[in-house]
Each structure stands twice: as C-alpha cells, then as structure tokens.
C-alpha cells in the first residue's frame, strides 16, 4: 500500500533491440502527491519519459519488458490489472498530453470530435460530450469554440494545439495530468502561456500533474518537486530550490552549469567593410508577405544572430540570401556582388563561401552516405579545391577540428548521436572553407549539455578561422552567449537590431522585452520573482 | 474545387483525342477486313462494295477525319460483324465487365482492408503470417494457369459450377475468384504496410492514452489515416479490371469487354475496338478524378 496518489516503485523497463538488450530505466522511484507539480527533468535518452509510458501502458512489448517494479495508482498495482482495468483509468483518471500536438493530434477528425471522444470511450453520451466539449474549448483559451471545434489540427497554430490537447486530457477531470515535453517545440511567449494554463487548471482542479521535460527554466516556472534522471537512472531528487542551488550529483552541478545564457556576453566586433550586405530583400508567397523589406550588414568574423518566434520571417531570410528561393525583390551583397540576380554559374562559387548548417542533423544528412562521402561530397560539386588523394587526410582534419574521431570517417549519420551528428554538418560545412556560415536553428534540437560545446565548437570556429556567422535562433539565452549582434524579427520585419548587450540589457522595444521575459530562467528564484512581478503589473 | 474537377476533365479529355488518334492508324496496321470478312475468292466488284459500305475505300485521313466528326456527336459507327452500332455492342460487354469488376473490388477491398489491418495490428501474428503466405501465392501464381486448373477442378472435376458463360449466380463463382486473387495479396499487403505506418504513428500513442478500444485505434484512428496509399491502388487495380480482365473472360466464356475487344482485334472490327477502348478510357479518367475528389475526402489536409 501507498499513501501516495501515484507512485512508482522500482521500475526497470528494458527494450530488446537487434543490438541487444537496453535499459531504459533502472530501478526508478518517484511519488506524486495530490495537488502537486513533479517535474521529471532529463536529456534525450536518460528514460525520462519511460516511466510515464508505462503509467499509460505505452510500451510496446515486446520489443520492452518491465523487468522489475510496481506502480500503484490510488493504492492499486497498475501492473498486475488486465488490459480492460487500465483502459478504465487510462484518460479518465490520468491523461497524458505529448510535445508536437500536431502529430499527436489525429490529421483526419475535427479537433471537436477528438475532445468528445476521450467523454464518449469512457461512457459519456455523444450529445453530453458535445457540450462539454465547447465548454472546454472555452476553458482552455479557443476562441470561437464552435467554430473551431469543426476545424482540424493542422488548422490551428501549434500552441491551440496544445490547448485542444489540454482539453482533451482534462475532459474528464482526470487525478493525474502528466504532460510529456508539453512546450518543447512552442514559442517561448506561447510556452509561457501553456505553462500558466496548466498551472491554473492544476490549481482549479487539484490534479497532480507530473511534467516531463528537458528544460530547467520549465522546471523553475512550474514544479514543486523534480526528479533528475541520467542515463535510465535517478540521480537526485527534492524541492526544486533545493536541487537548483545545492546539487549534489555531478551530473546535476553540469546540468545546470551548461544551461545557456550565463556567459559573457561579446562586445562586438570593430566595423569594417561588410562582407554581407542585404538591401530591402523582401519575399512573398502570393498575397502572404513573409519578408518585408530586410535590410542588414555582416562584417568579417562577426555572428549575427537572427531571433524572432514562428512566422516571423528568420528562416526566410536565409533561404533568400542563398537562393534556395528566389527573393521577390531587394539586392543581396556578397562583396561588391549581387547575389539575387547571379546566373548560376557564378552563383556556385558564392555558394562554397556561405555554407548552411541545418536544425536536424538527422533529416539533413543523407542516411545512405558514409561520413566520409558527405563531407568529400563537396569537393566533387566545386572541383579543384584539393587533390583528390588528400580527401581522407582533409576529411580526417576536419573531423578532429569538430571534436570527432577520424575513424568515424568510414561510419553512417545512424551511428552517431544527435550533437555528433550536428558536428558532422559543422564539418562538411567547414569542407569548403566558407567564409559565412548559416546556423538555422542549428543547436534548437540538441540536449543543453551538447548545446554547450557545439556554441564553443562555432565560437572556436569564429576566433580561429574568422569565419562570420548568420545565425538563426528562437532561444534567446543561447543567442546571448554566442552573438555579437542581434536582429529581433516579428512578422517579416525587423523590430529592433543592436549589439548583444544592449538587445539583452537595454531592449528598447516592447516586443523584445516581453520576448525576453517570456524566457524561462533555470533559477526558480528569478522565475519567482519574474512571476511576482509580472503579477503586480496585471 | 470546380476549377479543379474542369481542369481534370480538359486534361482527360486531352489524352483521349491522343488516343483516339493513336487507336484509329495502329488498328489499321492490323490490315484489311474486307479479307477477312469476304471469301476468298470473292469478286473485285463485291470487294469494292464492301469496301465502300464501311467507308473503307477513302483515303485514309478522310476516313479518319469522317470518324472525328462522328465522334463529335457520340457516333462510335457500325460493328462490321455485327451490324450494330458499335457503341450499343460496347456498352453491352461493359455492363458485364462493370459488374464483374465491381463485385470483385468490393469483395477484394474489404478482405483486403480486413486481414491487412489485423495483420498490421499484430505483425508476425497469425494474419500476419496468413497475409504474407497469401499474397504470395497471389502475387506468383498466374491467373490463365489459375482459371484452367480450377475449371478442371471445380467444373469438369466436382461439377460444381458451370466451366463458362453467364446466366445463374453460379457461373460468377470462378471469374470472380480468380479475379479476385492477385489484387487481393496486392491491395493486402499496401494495406498491411499503410497500416503499420499509421499505428506507428504519434496520434495513436494519445488515442490509446485515452483509452480507446482496440478496434476503435484499429479502424477509426490508424485505418482513416492509411486509406489513401490504399485507395490509389485499389484504383488502378481497378483500371486493370475495367479494361476488361482478358484473360478471365475469354477462360470462362464472360462476355465482357475484354472478351470483346480480342474478338474485334481479331475481326478487325475497328469501330467496335475503338469504342471499346473509348469507353473503358473514359470511365478510368472518370474514375480517377473522383479517387482525387476522395483524397481530399478522406485527408482535411488536401484541398484542391
């Protein structure tokens, strides 16, 4: 028996794969009290959200296997029960909401039809369901709920998706909410908004909500309680202040000292000729304007960090500049040259000068191409750069400059992790010694330990080789520690641009500043405060 | 959406005049049918007549000119061999081969769906097993050796059912189960590999955090989700059955489209080639721009 409302005792969970048996988690305990907030805080692969998978009987068995545990739901075994007695709790008593609603959402039913749906599986008739359902809509923050409520997910902007997921899980007033990454892939001003949506349902209701995430600054905002985990194992555990400012696992103390935005910032670079200059370069997709008229300079050996939410044009931009697209108008300046009306054939050689790293390694490098081939790759398409029997000492070079082995070399992009793979895009980057790099969202998917060293890896990059950096991001505290200047983005215009220390210290415009406030701080004292302040203002 | 369904039927209509072109000089290639249809040692004069009764003696762009024009207000010409229009002769084998084809797609797509779903809910289960063994067999196993063996079998053999021919419900028996076979492991194993895809798939993780049934994750979240590689399928096997299942007819006798078709080739009746060919091409493009209507259906996402 337990006094606790959910508890998980001793679980282990291990996958058999064709490699061979893995453990997901080893020997996991952790409780969740009525009206309470645990945080389940963990890296990509540490079996953060194993637990919770087999709380909702998630785990596909095989290939898994709970080799040891029990894990008691308002007293009773939910391991021992039959499949029909879950079913029962699932989404009725606990209810679980996913990163990305939109694919979490089903495509093809009205978002309308998918709320009903969690009141009607657990015996609520249809016409009940339907006014429920509006009800909720309403409670979650949809405008229009009857309109919207005929729409489908891919309708609606990511962060009302997450709403339709809320209130699909609190339908029925479930006991638990647990809420796996809820914010992840969210704008920070829309993450901060979810956060205090779930916080005030949570209060309102007095559910215990256990939220899975990565993200120290969610944990700061919003738990009580947090469980650190690493590599399938609890490694600390307590009151969040506590865990935050006495750590006492090494693993903990180097969490929280890679969390980003704690360095120097840069003074800026002394202005020179510009290497890069954009004149009025707008784009537009029919009547959708995306860019309006982006005018900026790029100096030699200097990172620009372009910053704005979804829609706000960041990405655009570089497209432009390479001609991945054409622009609808403007001129782009690559010395002297315009880029936007090249032919080409000169257009090739700019290209090996301005290269791009892309946001997820995985989907940009070619599964079927050996490290080797995806960096030489590029010495084939811009012949005579080096002798071809230096390919394997370049290629080797090049993989030690980005902190990886030269036996790598002979590997595919599957055999590396995420930060590793993102270092094998640094390096065919690299291959043809560009003197712009583009990051688009280069570091957004990568754990914040990795995120760390791949920043030190470009600013190692930026010191030594002098190359200049256009680098788009939606995480301001990583762009504080890496740029020199920064451009905030909104709509498809620049709302304010200046050195980094200024944008962070003295934001002039409103839109940064809420921009920046909605960034979540690791230290639950400054979101406390924050939380106080913005409490008084309102 | 009508802009689309008009630019569909232009494009459609586009390709049948290439067709038509295409049909009316490589059927003439096949020769003359005033030697087929005339003896031997038949008179020059009585040749000439015949010839100029079916229009066969003008050149051959006038012939095919005069052939447009009719066409122009839906007059497909005269069966030489029957002495019919040609379209009545076609529309008559269509109206078996629509109802073969029909009854076999209906029975194919809804086994298909049901195995192949089941299959992919437990893969390496037993349906799964059940799904991958039949699909084989189907998929290696050819139809002509397939019809003749089951005729010995079942009609001269057993005496069961009739060998060829239309008339009581027992003479679909065979045409339709062989019909059945190779797109049944075909559309079952698009199916099953649709399905797996969708199961897989991350709405399907919150349907059963739900706690949805196992029949409601199967058929109404993974099943909708999965449709569209399967009905494009479904619709070109259906072109194949349309177009007349050849082979099948001309076995068992069924006077289908297909069955005539080979006959005229073989008569050198033109008209009733061209018609037929007409015909089936045009409910094929008939039927895929309503496969392209379903898409859109069946997926919110895809709007025309």
């Known amino acids: ?538 | 959406m009508n802009k689309f369904i008009l630019k569909r039927a232009l494009a459609s209509l586009v390709s049948l005049l290439f067709l038509v072109v295409a049909v009316f000089f490589l059927s003439r290639l096949t020769g003359d049918p005033t030697d087929l249809y005339l003896p031997v040692d038949a008179s020059l004069a009585s040749r000439e007549q015949f010839r100029k009764i079916h229009g066969l003696d003008q050149p051959l762009m006038v012939q095919f000119f005069n052939y447009v024009r009719d066409l122009a207000v839906l007059d497909f010409g005269e069966s030489i061999r029957r002495a019919r229009p040609a379209l009545d002769v076609v529309l008559e084998a269509f109206k078996w081969t629509l109802q073969l084809a029909l009854i076999t797609l209906f029975l194919v797509t809804l086994a298909a769906i049901i195995f192949g779903s089941l299959a992919a809910f437990r893969v390496g289960g037993m349906f799964d097993r059940f799904a991958t063994f039949f699909s084989l067999i189907g998929a290696s196993a050819p139809d002509f050796w397939l019809a003749i063996v089951a005729i010995v079998v079942f009609s001269v053999g057993l005496g069961w059912v009739p060998t060829s021919g239309t008339g009581t419900m027992m003479h679909w028996i065979l045409p339709v189960t062989i019909l059945f076979i190779r797109p049944f492991g075909l559309i079952l194993q698009v199916v099953r590999s649709s399905m797996i895809t969708a199961l897989s798939a991350a709405y399907i993780k919150t349907a059963r955090a739900k706690g949805a049934k196992a029949k409601s994750i199967i058929f109404i979240h993974a099943l909708r989700n999965a449709l569209l590689p399967i009905i494009t399928v479904i619709g070109d096997q259906a072109a194949g059955m349309l177009n007349g299942a050849v082979i099948v007819e001309t076995i068992f006798g069924f006077p289908g489209v297909g069955k005539l078709m080979i006959d005229s080739i073989l008569q050198r009746d033109f008209s009733v080639v061209l018609a037929s060919i007409m015909v089936t091409a045009f409910v094929i493009f008939l039927m895929n721009i309503l496969i392209d209507l379903l898409y859109a259906v069946l997926d919110p996402r895809i709007r025309y």
Request: hydrophobic share 45%; net charge negative; with cysteine.
């Open chain 1, 1 to 538: 028996m337990t006094d606790y409302l959910l508890e998980v005792r001793d679980l282990s969970v291990t996958f058999h794969t064709t490699r061979g048996p893995v453990d997901a988690v080893r020997n996991v305990s952790w409780h969740l009290n009525r009206g309470e907030v645990l945080a389940i805080l963990g890296e990509s692969g540490s079996g953060k959200s194993v637990s919770a998978a087999a709380i909702m009987d998630l785990i596909d068995m095989p290939p898994g296997e709970i080799k040891s545990g029990e894990i008691f739901f308002e007293g009773e075994n939910l391991l021992t029960m039959d499949q029909e007695a879950r079913r029962e709790i699932n989404g009725k008593k606990i209810a679980m909401i996913f990163q990305d609603p939109l694919s979490h959402l089903n495509p093809v039913y009205t978002v309308g039809w998918q709320i009903e749906e969690t009141m009607v599986i657990h015996g609520t008739a249809r016409r009940v369901a339907q006014k429920e359902m509006l009800s909720l809509l309403t409670k979650v923050g949809i405008p229009d709920p009857i309109l919207a409520a005929k729409k489908y997910p891919h309708q609606f902007s990511g962060g009302q998706r997450q709403r339709v997921m809320i209130a699909m899980a609190l339908a029925l007033k479930p006991d638990v909410l647990i809420a796996d990454e809820p914010t992840t892939a969210l704008d920070v001003t829309v993450q901060a908004q979810i956060l205090k949506l779930l916080q005030e349902l949570q209060r309102e209701t007095g559910m215990g909500l256990v939220i899975i995430t990565h993200d120290l600054g969610v944990v700061a905002e919003i738990a009580d309680r947090v469980v650190v985990m690493n590599n399938a194992e609890i490694v600390e555990s307590g009151l969040v202040s506590d865990v935050y400012h006495n750590p006492k696992h090494a693993y903990t103390k180097k969490l929280i000292a890679s969390a980003p935005g704690n360095g120097e910032m840069s003074s800026g670079v002394k202005s020179q000729e510009p290497i890069l200059q954009l004149e009025n370069v707008s784009k537009a997709y029919g009547d959708f304007v995306a860019l309006r008229g982006m005018s900026f300079e790029l100096m030699p050996g200097e990172v620009v960090a372009i910053v704005g939410e979804s829609g706000s044009g960041k990405s655009t931009v570089a497209r432009m500049l390479l001609r991945l697209e054409e622009a609808s108008g403007g001129v782009v300046k690559y010395r002297g040259d315009d880029i936007l009306s090249m032919s080409s054939s000169e257009l090739l050689s700019i290209r090996r000068d301005i290269q791009m790293v892309f946001q997820d390694p995985t989907q940009s490098l070619n599964p079927r191409m050996s490290v080797y081939q995806i960096i030489s790759e590029a010495w084939i398409i811009h012949a005579g750069i080096i002798a071809k029997s230096k390919w394997k000492e370049r290629a080797g070079q090049l993989l030690e400059q980005v902190g990886l082995k030269r036996e790598h070399l002979d590997r595919y992009p599957h055999q590396f992790s995420g930060g590793q793979k993102q270092r094998i895009a640094i390096a065919r980057a690299l291959a043809l010694e560009p003197k712009i790099i583009i990051c688009d969202e280069a570091v957004s998917a990568l754990d914040v330990s990795i995120q760390a060293q791949v920043i030190a890896l470009l600013k190692g990059l930026q010191k030594n080789l002098g190359i200049s950096f256009i680098f788009i991001a939606h995480d301001l505290p990583v762009v504080r520690d890496f740029a020199d200047r920064v451009i905030v983005m909104k709509s498809g215009e620049i709302v304010e641009e200046g050195a980094v220390q200024q944008i962070f210290e003295a934001p002039k415009e409103l839109y940064t500043r809420n921009l920046l406030n909605a960034s979540l701080d690791p230290d639950p004292k400054v979101q406390a405060a924050r939380r106080m302040a913005a409490a008084a203002v309102s």
